[in-house]
T-cell receptor, first 112, second 116 residues
Framework: EAQVTQNPRYLITVTGKKLTVTCSQNMNHEYMSWYRQDPGLGLRQIYYSMNVEVTDKGDVPEGYKVSRKEKRNFPLILESPSPNQTSLYFC???????????FGNGTRLTVT | AQKVTQAQTEISVVEKEDVTLDCVYETRDTTYYLFWYKQPPSGELVFLIRRNSFDEQNEISGRYSWNFQKSTSSFNFTITASQVVDSAVYFCALSEGESSGDKLTFGTGTRLAVRP
C-alpha cells in the first residue's frame, strides 16, 4: 500500500529543544515536501526536495532545516523551536508533474 | 505569483441542502493544475480531484461536482444533497507544474458544517 508515514503524530516540546519530525515514503517518488497548516492561512510550503541531496526553500523556511540523504526519507528539523512554530505539519510526496500530492497524516507540534 | 482565494471561511447547511464552495485562482502560467482536498475532523488531507488547465470539462462524481471556468479563473465545488459526513475543511489548491517545482499553493480553506 502506498504510504507516507510521519512520526510522531503529536509532539509537545519546550522552546529551544531540538526536534526532528520524520517522513518516509514507499512510492519511490523523487519529489517530497513539507507544509505547515495554520488557522486562516491554509497550508504553506516550508521546504521541498526534487531528488536525493537536492533541497530548496519554500515560502516559510525560517527556523527549519531538512535533509534528503536517501530517496525515501525527508526529515524536518527544528534546531531551536519557538512558540510560533506551533502548528500542524504535513509531509507530502509527488510522482509526475501535476499529479496529486500524497500527504502523511500530519504531526501536531506544540512549542511552549 | 500564484494565488488561491477561498472567500468563504465557514458555511453551515442543513443536511440534504446543496452547497457550493468557491475557489478563485491567479496564475500567469498557461499550464497549471487545480486540486480540491478534504480535511475531515480527523485531520488527514484527502485528495478529491485534479484538473489541468487544458481540460475545462466539468466533472461529476456521485454527489460531488466541479465547475472549472478559465474565463473567471474559478474552480468551484458543489456538494448535492449534503450529508453530515461531508462536514470538513475543504481546500482548493493550484500548482504551476514545472515552473514552480510542483509547489502547491493552497487557499485558506472553507469549513463546511452540515447539521442533521
Amino acid at each position: 500500500e502506498a504510504q507516507v508515514t510521519q512520526n510522531p503524530r503529536y509532539l509537545i516540546t519546550v522552546t529551544g529543544k531540538k526536534l526532528t519530525v520524520t517522513c518516509s515514503q514507499n512510492m519511490n517518488h523523487e519529489y517530497m515536501s513539507w507544509y505547515r497548516q495554520d488557522p486562516g492561512l491554509g497550508l504553506r510550503q516550508i521546504y521541498y526536495s526534487m531528488n536525493v541531496e537536492v533541497t530548496d526553500k519554500g515560502d516559510v523556511p525560517e527556523g527549519y532545516k531538512v535533509s534528503r540523504k536517501e530517496k525515501r526519507n525527508f526529515p524536518l528539523i527544528l534546531e531551536s523551536p519557538s512558540p510560533n512554530q506551533t502548528s500542524l505539519y504535513f509531509c507530502a510526496t509527488q510522482g509526475q508533474v501535476g499529479s496529486p500530492l500524497h500527504f502523511g497524516n500530519g504531526t501536531r507540534l506544540t512549542v511552549t | 505569483a500564484q494565488k488561491v482565494t477561498q472567500a468563504q471561511t465557514e458555511i453551515s447547511v442543513v443536511e440534504k441542502e446543496d452547497v457550493t464552495l468557491d475557489c478563485v485562482y491567479e496564475t500567469r502560467d498557461t499550464t497549471y493544475y487545480l486540486f480540491w482536498y478534504k480535511q475531515p475532523p480527523s485531520g488527514e488531507l484527502v485528495f478529491l480531484i485534479r484538473r489541468n488547465s487544458f481540460d475545462e470539462q466539468n466533472e461529476i462524481s456521485g454527489r460531488y461536482s466541479w465547475n472549472f471556468q478559465k474565463s473567471t479563473s474559478s474552480f468551484n465545488f458543489t456538494i448535492t444533497a449534503s450529508q453530515v459526513v461531508d462536514s470538513a475543511v475543504y481546500f482548493c489548491a493550484l500548482s504551476e507544474g514545472e515552473s514552480s517545482g510542483d509547489k502547491l499553493t493552497f487557499g485558506t480553506g472553507t469549513r463546511l458544517a452540515v447539521r442533521p
